[in-house]
């Protein structure tokens, strides 16, 4: 069965840091991939997809992740990090029949100014 | 264009009572999800439409819970009798069939707290 690990349940950085969140998952095939985003208040937004093709995918809000298959890992990443981005991040694969999402656990961001 | 939408955004119920949540998908897909997320836990799949069928519900956790949607359009989801664990919040979702491995568009939720 599919799996999704976010390790790292709250995270604190300071405005202006750069950002790294962490997603491993567990697939038997080629897993499809999503980082989803929830503000407060708001609903999941989705902030990338990895399909196929290059393994580093660049999303909205400047944030990018990297695929990489040896670690079985996801990880979001942001050079500086801004206020607005203190919300819920959600690390998910999708199944074989593409209507399934499986969620992480989600990290919660605080932002410090 | 409209995103899905979902009503009420909170509901307060005391259990053994019965409450409905609606889900309106965004405008043309034929795709129609439901997931929750109970306190401290992951977000789980519960079912998914395509049009007016369950195309898949093995994410339903028990009898207690009905989802429909009749003409294809919206989609309810009624518990009944609520329980105390059923308390989360219901998220709902859509994507267009045709794209591959269609990216799923969520609504904001409906927070329901159970007494």
């Known amino acids: 069965a599919q799996s999704v690990t976010q390790p790292d349940i709250h995270i604190t950085v300071s405005e202006g840091a750069s950002l790294e969140l962490r997603c491993n998952y567990s697939?038997?095939?080629?897993?499809?991939l999503f980082w989803y985003v929830q503000s407060p208040g708001q609903g999941l937004q989705l902030l990338l997809k990895?399909?196929?093709?290059?393994?580093l995918v660049q999303g909205i809000k400047g944030f990018e992740a990297e695929f990489k298959r040896s670690q079985s890992s996801f990880n979001l990443r942001k050079p500086s990090v801004h206020w607005s981005d203190a919300a819920e991040y959600f690390c998910a694969v999708v199944n074989n029949a593409g209507n399934m999402l499986t969620f992480g656990g989600g990290t919660r961001l605080m932002v410090k100014p | 264009e409209a995103g899905v939408t979902q009503f009420p955004s909170h509901s307060v119920i005391e259990k053994g009572q019965t409450v409905t949540l609606r889900c309106d998908p965004i405008s043309g897909h034929d795709n129609l999800y439901w997931y929750r997320r109970v306190m401290g836990k992951e977000i789980k799949f519960l079912l998914h439409?395509?049009?007016?069928?369950?195309?898949?519900e093995s994410g339903m956790p028990n009898n207690r819970f009905l989802a429909e949607r009749t003409g294809g359009t919206y989609s309810t989801l009624k518990v009944q009798p609520a329980e105390l664990e059923d308390s989360g919040v219901y998220f709902c979702?859509?994507?267009?069939?045709?794209?591959?491995?269609?990216?799923?568009?969520f609504g904001p939720g409906t927070r329901l707290l159970v007494l």
């Open positions: 697939y038997g095939a080629t897993p499809y």
């Open positions: 439409f395509v049009k007016e069928s369950k195309q898949d």
């Open positions: 990895y399909f196929s093709g290059d393994t």
């Open positions: 979702a859509s994507s267009q069939v045709g794209e591959l491995q269609e990216t799923q568009y």
